[in-house]
């Protein structure tokens, strides 16, 4: 059913509600993890940051025990990176993202990966992993040890996109920043994946649910799948549609309310990767333009950022000296005394979040 278009900052205030931005939410970590997909994680501390910043309620171990007791994991998922996630919605979700994970293989080893058979390197690591969990240092000298004329990166990527691992405890818990072991998802979570066509159904409606209204290509940027514009045609007597200033069509599940456009959104502090930032094609509904150099420094690396009036207006760091810990703030232009105002409690609220062992805490605007 195509309804009517969107203005930009309508599709912004939808995406902040979806997010939990436009105020925090009353729900455990377990129901905001599964609410929101999945958070980025190549580091191990952003998730839980990601989490504070929507939560009513959230502290440090409130994750790591959903890790601890199996009902979170940080596995490669989307776009071929590392996401922590519910368990339940990783064994729903990784069927589908498959082939996405397969052309990111060929995409960094457009050559070697034209001719080889995985099967071989994945079933010598689905049988070592099995015995028990493993670190990549292991999976890679074990992969060389029986494959001495492969290339280890070629097989070790191999591995991580086409066998299910997962991290297993204290991999992805706050300032964990060791070596993690890997063990079979199925092992691990003891559930069944989900068949591939149920799983990229419950894809796009998660997807949607998290981030809609989106149009197909955002979708595909999410996820790393391509060709979704069959799969979404055959949605469409479950889905509302809409269109966007520029005439582009967007998807949405039916019956979710839209807030108004005068809906207030206090500012909030992002973490490093936040998906928010990565989950559309134009990502002027959160980012403004001229910001986006200063966010994307290079396709590894997103910044720390704050919202002010639900969009991207500048970024954060910590700097630690001993017990001396300040968040520097640092506005892309010239924010009023009141912003500022509201910025310095919030970056009070998350310095003691990020460095609770520090003795005397700032917030410096750079």
């Known amino acids: 059913m195509d309804k009517y278009s969107l203005t930009l900052r309508e599709l912004n205030r939808a995406t902040l509600a979806r997010q939990l931005l436009l105020e925090r939410a009353p729900l455990t970590a377990s129901e905001a993890l599964k609410r929101l997909v999945g958070l980025q994680a190549q580091l191990a501390n952003p998730p839980s940051i990601g989490l504070w910043t929507r939560l009513k309620s959230f502290q440090h171990e409130d994750l790591s025990n959903l890790i601890q007791d199996r009902l979170a994991v940080r596995a490669t998922t989307m776009r071929s990176t590392l996401h922590l996630m519910c368990s339940s919605n990783y ?10 994970l397969t052309h990111a293989l060929h995409a960094f080893f457009p050559k ?25 240092v292991e999976i890679r000298a074990k992969l060389l040890e029986v494959f001495p004329n492969t290339d280890p990166a070629l097989m070790a990527y191999i591995v991580r ?16 920043t060791g070596s993690p072991t890997h063990a079979l998802a199925e ?22 649910a998290s981030f809609g209204p989106a149009s197909i290509k955002d979708i595909q940027m999410w996820s790393g799948l391509s060709k979704l514009k069959g799969v979404l045609d055959a ?40 998906n928010l930032l990565l989950a559309y094609v134009n990502r002027s509904r959160i980012i403004p333009a001229p910001f986006h150099s200063s966010v994307f420094l290079t396709v590894g690396r997103v910044r720390a950022t704050f ?60």
Not at 187 to 208: D, N, Q, R, T, V
Not at 258 to 267: E, G, K, R, W
Not at 323 to 332: G, H, M
């Open 91 to 100: 064994m729903m979700l990784r069927p589908a993202l498959q082939p996405a």
């Open 187 to 208: 092992s691990w979570i003891e559930k069944p994946f989900a068949g591939s066509e149920e799983s990229l159904h419950y894809l796009i409606l998660c997807y949607l």
């Open 307 to 366: 919202l002010v009036d639900g969009f991207v207006a500048g970024t954060w760091k910590v700097q630690r000296a001993k017990e001396i810990a300040k968040l520097i703030v640092e506005p892309f232009e010239l924010l009023s005394k009141s912003i500022r105002s509201e910025l310095l409690i919030e970056g009070e609220r998350l310095i003691h979040f990020l460095e609770n062992d520090a003795k005397s805490f700032e917030v410096q605007f750079a």
């Open 112 to 136: 070697e990966s034209k001719s080889i058979d995985v099967i071989p390197f994945v079933e010598v690591i689905r049988e070592y992993v099995q015995e028990q969990p493993r670190t990549f």
């Open 161 to 176: 996109t086409h066998l299910p691992l997962v991290q297993t405890f204290p991999g992805g818990t706050w300032n964990f």
């Open 235 to 274: 949605m469409r007597s479950e889905l509302y549609t809409y269109r966007d200033e520029q005439g582009t069509e967007l998807f949405d599940l039916p019956d979710i309310p839209l807030p108004t456009t005068n809906a207030s959104a206090p500012p909030r502090f992002l973490p490093e990767f936040d």
